[in-house]
């Protein structure tokens, strides 16, 4: 199985702060890699995928880029609902995998 | 608007059995892969169980692989999952979520599984 290691596990960060999660594969996934967050109590919501591509309704101030073992998710300006856990997740192969969360907390 | 809800979810012993459903609502169940996911305070995130639209094809994590089973009903725009045969381990909160681009791009609220004896 791919294993997706993320980092940091969690950080801290005030409002409109530029924000910077790295992901990376155990194997080369190509651009086979998404991301999403997760407010307490909720389900995850994908935020981006094949890397880089915006989902439909996503803010634009969250991006995404790397490609092969190396990923980078940033949000450009921390919003107050941003406050979140992060999952990448790779679909390269099967058995799809995620990352172990990086939680995102107010300073 | 799409929407996913699962339910079915709640306290078993070891050894015992659970069926979880997901109705579909806003889009047309039938035309997608579909997928359980379910998450643990200690594992995190783990897909579990997947299955293309006309169930020709399925897919199981090794660690339910003979217990589980994942089914459709498209006229009902449901997807299921029967779980035999519970582990402790098996304990976490269960999503269903719909495929979309090589990724999983609805959820439901989730249902959430405890074995316990």
């Known amino acids: 199985d791919i294993q997706m290691t993320q980092s940091p596990s969690s950080l801290s960060a005030s409002v409109g702060d530029r924000v910077t999660i790295t992901c990376r594969a155990s194997?080369?996934?190509?651009?086979?890699l998404n991301w999403y967050h997760q407010r307490p109590g909720k389900a995850p919501k994908l935020l981006i995928f094949?890397?880089?591509i915006l989902q439909s309704g996503v803010p634009s101030r969250f991006s995404g880029s790397g490609s092969g073992t190396d990923f980078t998710l940033t949000i450009s300006c921390l919003q107050p609902e941003d406050f979140a856990t992060y999952y990448c997740?790779?679909?390269?192969?099967?058995?799809?995998?995620f990352g172990q969360g990086t939680k995102v907390e107010i300073k | 608007e799409l929407q996913l809800v699962e339910s079915g979810g709640g306290l078993v012993q070891p050894g015992e059995s659970l069926r979880l459903s997901c109705a579909g609502s806003?889009?047309?169940?039938?035309?997608?892969?579909m997928s359980w996911v379910r998450q643990t305070p200690g594992k995190g995130l783990e897909w579990v169980a997947n299955?293309?639209?006309?169930?020709?094809?399925?897919y199981y994590v090794d660690s339910v692989k003979g217990r589980f089973t994942i089914s459709r009903d498209n006229a009902r725009n449901s997807l299921y999952l029967q779980m035999n045969s519970l582990k402790a381990e098996d304990t976490a909160v269960y999503y269903c979520?719909?495929?979309?681009?090589?990724?999983?791009?609805?959820w439901g609220q989730g249902t959430l599984v405890t074995v316990s004896s």
């Open positions: 979520a719909k495929h979309g681009s090589y990724s999983f791009d609805h």
């Open positions: 806003g889009f047309t169940l039938s035309r997608h892969w």
């Open positions: 299955t293309n639209q006309d169930e020709s094809q399925k």
């Open positions: 194997q080369t996934i190509n651009r086979n």
């Open positions: 094949a890397a880089s």
């Open positions: 997740q790779q679909s390269y192969n099967n058995p799809w995998t």
